[in-house]
């Protein structure tokens, strides 16, 4: 009896709150349908009291889709932690009956035609989108109030917004940033709640939970496309192509909140066109002005934050005649914290988000012809400017790299880029491209703006202050080779299936085998075979052999296995070697002497034995999470291959003679003791690999472990003037940063850092100040930026005196070791494969780079 009373009491008690919860979050005067349980009835606590996991929103979810007929939950993937990416669809019960008929028609739209019957009867399509940054968590909970809203809220015109509009509510797109964060923050979580910013819940141990499992920020994903969760959110967007896609954010705890417009013309990219800033923009602002004066927020527009960058969540959509809204929030960080004024609340952080999320709503029912018609003609535009440029196509393919030309294809299709074979051979401006190794792009198609923005680079612009990179022609960082054509005549469309792997066989060889190492994935096959007890050697020479009565010609790194080198017998290794060449779809060739026509004989000196690398990569505190998950996510997914990952804290604890090579990332390194970095140049001294990337270059140069200079600005001709505005001050300083842009390199590509490359120009992306001469040492500068550099990207003319003839690579002697010192970051954003494989060769060859 008293257990029944007890339960009585709490359900009257979790009922009374809900209520409580209703009236602070949801405007005024509506009623809920009791048939569904709000998001306090069904967690068990109020919205903003915890930090939801991820399990319990999913189970939320579920339950709504158990209890109404109006919704429906999908999983669209799942996250590197194997977290679902779950979308919840809410339509009115109708709408659900024809679902796939009313995608199909909504995907007309990008056909730039208006369907039979026009927009009358059309849904508009809404994704309302939350929490890309784990540690941003106001926009998860918003989304389980959302959802609640839509399905039990009486609101006025809710059976016409069911029936005019199909809404996805993507509740997180980090899932295992989210968890991250929460779990820290409820842990750490004070009762009373502790509102000092000092305290543990308000500072996240590194990495923190912002980026996903490999420490990505997912919100510069949307173009790269590095991450698998945001190639599941892509192939599920293209599906549907929403007319609104919502991004929630939030910022520092003393701001106020943001929506857009952006910062005029600046931060707004000019291939979307301006209706979409100067009409859609301005209709819905008013929406979430009025929404956000009802309950007293402070919040701005315009001032800040970017619309330029297509690799957002909020300008991504805009390249798909959508519109992409920005929000930003100021955080708790927490449960509660202390600002200038008062103290904010989490609960706080979740209305202001929810009160856009209802604005969203609302706009998007009340404009549904609007945004319907301007996304046809959006993509009808397109075409008609496909059709007036001069550029009728894109040519593209290297052929001495099947797989980087097969994965840049790939990366074009996932972005519905319509890709096509070459029907014959052609040259242009000097490149040759050959048919079955190259493929053509039609500008004339519903991505010819995805088209441009991957291959047309930029070098002029409106503004000269960036949120973030200035440059993204994607062609450039898979280092492609392109061409402009004038012409469209197309082969057979290329499916994704003819860009599956190839069947590989080898010939089982009683003398040795080779393979080139100009593919992309032959590293991934070295290792393979190195973690396989298979003894390799490296050409370092160019050399020619005889096979099957035909000259085959071997590049600078061809890897040769020696059948009488091994302790595995011949079909041990016929085994081996067949599965790498299956593993890495690349090619492997058996051969039956060692006499070659021209180069070394495989029996030369000139062929050097590899050794399996033993990496170590230093992070923690002061150290870049991107750059070092950068890493982490390179050798995973592209070698297979593990990599020691040792806190700084441990470094003491930490035997440096148990690996080969050690990763310096950037960072500060602040917490080094002068006789940890003494530890770490007598290592070097000793033989090792210290590889070190920008600001990790930067400090091992400062502490004098590689003897390189710095490159300082010449004063010679430069008048300084000496007083400006000062509210100038930010604009005149940030136009000098190298916000991200890029710039050519010479190659040196007879040094082991430089084998595989063919052409001896290289494109290379750089976000950062730091100058570096060439070596003293005449053979030790790898890469070294041309006299004319400037590739794409905004670029401030002092800038270009610095970077013009300084080095990109370099290799510095320290002992009987070497210092590889990266000026900048060959792996940025997980999809720089032009640059990788200057990485690759580090890790593999490092020990056979000597200075002479």
Not at 203 to 226: C, I, K, S
Not at 457 to 471: C, G, L, N, Q, T
Not at 664 to 681: A, D, K, M, P
Request: with cysteine.
């Amino acid at each position: 009896m008293k257990q029944c009373i007890l339960t009585l009491f709490l359900t009257l008690f979790l009922i009374q709150y809900s209520f409580a919860q209703n009236d602070y979050f949801f405007p005024k005067d509506l009623t809920f349908n009791k048939g569904i349980p709000t998001p306090q009835q069904f967690l068990g606590y109020n919205i903003g009291d915890w930090h939801t996991r991820h399990d319990r929103m999913v189970s939320y979810f579920e339950k709504l889709a158990e209890l109404s007929e109006l919704a429906t939950i999908q999983t669209i993937g799942h996250s590197n932690e194997h977290r679902p990416q779950v979308v919840l669809t809410i339509t009115s019960k109708n709408n659900h009956t024809n679902l796939e008929a009313i995608r199909t028609k909504h995907l007309s739209l990008a056909e730039g035609t208006i369907p039979k019957g026009g927009f009358a009867n059309m849904p508009v399509v809404v994704l309302l989108g939350f929490n890309v940054h784990g540690n941003e968590p106001s926009g998860m909970e918003a989304a389980l109030l959302s959802a609640y809203y839509l399905l039990a809220a009486n609101f006025e015109g809710r059976k016409e917004a069911m029936e005019n509009a199909v809404f996805m509510i993507d509740p997180t797109y980090n899932p295992d940033g989210r968890d991250r964060h929460s779990n820290w923050v409820n842990m750490h979580k004070g009762f009373p709640p502790v509102a000092d910013g000092m305290d543990r819940e308000h500072n996240e141990v590194w990495p923190r939970g912002r980026t996903n499992h490999y420490w990505f920020d997912l919100n510069r994903d949307w173009l790269p496309l590095a991450q698998v969760e945001s190639q599941n959110r892509m192939a599920f967007y293209h599906k549907w192509l929403p007319n609104v896609a919502t991004d929630f954010h939030e910022m520092g705890t003393n701001a106020t909140y943001f929506f857009e417009p952006t910062k005029p013309y600046g931060s707004e990219n000019p291939i979307v066109g301006r209706r979409n800033y100067d009409e859609l923009n301005v209709i819905f602002a008013k929406y979430f002005q009025n929404a956000l004066d009802e309950i007293g927020s402070l919040y701005y527009t315009k001032e800040s934050f970017d619309n330029s960058y297509p690799g957002y969540g909020s300008t991504y959509p805009d390249m798909m005649g959508g519109l992409g809204l920005l929000f930003e929030q100021a955080s708790s960080r927490g449960h509660l914290q202390h600002t200038q004024t008062k103290d904010i609340s989490f609960a706080f952080t979740i209305r202001n988000q929810l009160r856009s999320s209802i604005a969203t709503i609302q706009a998007s029912v009340d404009n549904r012809e609007l945004l319907l018609k301007y996304q046809a003609d959006f993509f009808k535009e397109g075409y008609k400017k496909a059709n007036q440029s001069r550029t009728k196509a894109y040519i593209f393919g290297d052929e001495y790299d099947y797989n980087r030309t097969r994965l840049f294809a790939k990366y074009l299709q996932k972005h519905h880029v319509k890709v096509h074979h070459l029907d014959e051979d052609k040259t242009v401006n000097g490149i040759t491209f050959k048919k079955g190794q190259a493929f053509f792009v039609p500008n004339n198609q519903m991505q010819y703006r995805m088209v441009q923005t991957i291959f047309e680079p930029v070098k002029e612009f409106y503004d000269s202050v960036f949120y973030d990179a200035s440059a993204w022609t994607v062609a450039l960082a898979y280092d492609m080779p392109y061409a402009r054509m004038g012409t469209s005549k197309l082969g057979a469309e290329v499916t994704m299936h003819d860009l599956s792997p190839k069947r590989r066989n080898v010939q089982k060889a009683k003398y040795a085998y080779l393979f080139d190492w100009s593919d992309y994935s032959a590293p991934k096959a070295l290792n393979y075979l190195q973690e396989n007890g298979v003894f390799t050697k490296v050409a370092a020479k160019p050399f020619t052999i005889e096979k099957d009565g035909q000259k085959r010609n071997f590049h600078y790194g061809t890897i040769l296995i020696s059948v009488a080198d091994q302790e595995l017998t011949e079909e041990e290794l016929h085994k081996k070697v067949l599965r790498a060449s299956q593993i890495a779809n690349i090619e492997i060739i058996s051969i039956s002497t060692g006499l070659n026509l021209a180069g070394p004989d495989l029996g030369s000196p000139n062929f050097a034995t590899l050794s399996p690398p033993k990496i170590a990569m230093l992070l923690g505190d002061g150290v870049s999470g991107y750059e070092a998950g950068e890493v982490w996510h390179l050798l995973d997914t592209k070698l297979n291959m593990p990599i020691s990952k040792v806190d700084i804290l441990n470094f003491g604890r930490m035997n440096l003679n148990d690996y080969t090579t050690l990763i310096l990332v950037s960072g500060s390194y602040r917490n080094f003791s002068e006789n940890q970095i003494l530890q770490i140049r007598k290592w070097t001294e000793s033989g090792g690999t210290l590889i070190t990337l920008r600001q990790g270059t930067n400090w091992v140069i400062r502490e004098g472990i590689a003897k390189e200079t710095f490159k300082k600005p010449s004063s010679n001709g430069i008048k300084k003037e000496t007083r400006f505005d000062f509210e100038t001050a930010r604009n005149r300083s940030g136009a000098k940063a190298i916000g991200g842009s890029v710039y050519l390199t010479n190659l040196d590509i007879t040094h082991p850092l430089g084998f595989g490359y063919h052409r001896r120009t290289l494109p290379v992306y750089r976000n950062h100040s730091i100058f570096v001469e060439p070596s003293k040492n005449a053979f030790s500068t790898v890469a070294k930026y041309t006299d004319n550099p400037h590739l794409d990207g905004y670029l401030h003319p002092d800038n270009l005196e610095m970077i013009k003839n300084s080095a990109s690579l370099l290799v510095s002697r320290v002992g009987s070791g070497r210092a590889i010192l990266f000026v900048d970051n060959p792996n940025f954003r997980g999809f720089w494969y032009g640059t990788n494989r200057l990485f690759f060769n580090a890790l593999f060859f490092g020990e056979h780079v000597r200075v002479p």
